[in-house]
T-cell receptor
Framework: DVKVTQSSRYLVKRTGEKVFLECVQD?????MFWYRQDPGLGLRLIYF???????EKGDIPEGYSVSREKKERFSLILESASTNQTSMYLC????????????????FGPGTRLTVL | AQKITQTQPGMFVQEKEAVTLDCTYD???????LFWYKQPSSGEMIFLIY??????QNATEGRYSLNFQKARKSANLVISASQLGDSAMYFC????????????FGKGTRLHILP
């Protein structure tokens, strides 16, 4: 079974702190994603990565950066946390970037609920 | 314009009844795929079912089926014989083209199953 783990389930940080959210997958997936989930807004893509050291901006990248130094690990960084970044953060991975037929679903981690005070 | 629309923010259904969760989508790409995910209160998103735009038959997975009406651009999830464990948030999502690295999610429907 694919397993996606996130470093923390709950995190409380202060405004202005640098925050690292870590995500690890164990199935050699090419793609990794960071989403933010807010009530009434669904999931919004922050960044994704399709290979080591490769990244692309999603729909809401402002205030965030990412790092993918190893294939299995994808980190989300909040350089200077702000209260409007209080949210649930979900990491996901999927097998390949381009699929000729069929599908490959995204496998999600349990989420990190971040509160910025 | 929203690419994925889920018009039901919340639903209450009696246990053992069938449930239909609505999803409409908007794309001009002839090749696309539609997903449904379930998110229980534990937070982890669980993949339920997939429908490709060229698939001739509606997808089914156990108690889940996808009512795919291409002309109407709708991809409703049907859960037969609902159970208390079906209480969760449900998200419809779409992949456009062959790239699986960017999937667009709807805002979700919260389903409550009543005993």
């Amino acid at each position: 079974d694919v397993k996606v783990t996130q470093s923390s389930r709950y995190l409380v940080k202060r405004t202005g702190e640098k925050v690292f959210l870590e995500c690890v997958q164990d199935m050699d997936h090419e793609n990794m994603f960071w989403y933010r989930q807010d009530p009434g807004l669904g999931l919004r893509l922050i960044y994704f990565s399709y290979d080591v050291k490769m990244k692309e901006k999603g729909d809401i990248p402002e205030g965030y950066s990412v790092s993918r130094e190893k294939k299995e690990r994808f980190s989300l960084i909040l350089e200077s946390a702000s209260t409007n970044q209080t949210s649930m953060y979900l990491c996901a991975s999927s097998l390949v970037r381009v699929i000729a037929y069929g599908y490959n679903e995204q496998f999600f981690g349990p989420g990190t609920r971040l509160t910025v005070l | 314009a929203q690419k994925i629309t889920q018009t039901q923010p919340g639903m209450f259904v009696q246990e053992k009844e069938a449930v239909t969760l609505d999803c409409t989508y908007d794309t001009s790409d002839p090749s696309y795929g539609l997903f449904w995910y379930k998110q229980p209160s534990s937070g982890e998103m669980i993949f339920l079912i997939y429908q490709g735009s060229y698939d001739q038959q509606n997808a089914t997975e156990g108690r889940y089926s996808l009512n795919f009406q291409k002309a109407r651009k709708s991809a409703n999830l049907v859960i037969s014989a609902s159970q208390l464990g079906d209480s969760a948030m449900y998200f419809c999502a779409m992949r456009e083209g062959a790239r699986d690295d960017k999937i667009i999610f709807g805002k979700g429907t919260r389903l409550h199953i009543l005993p």
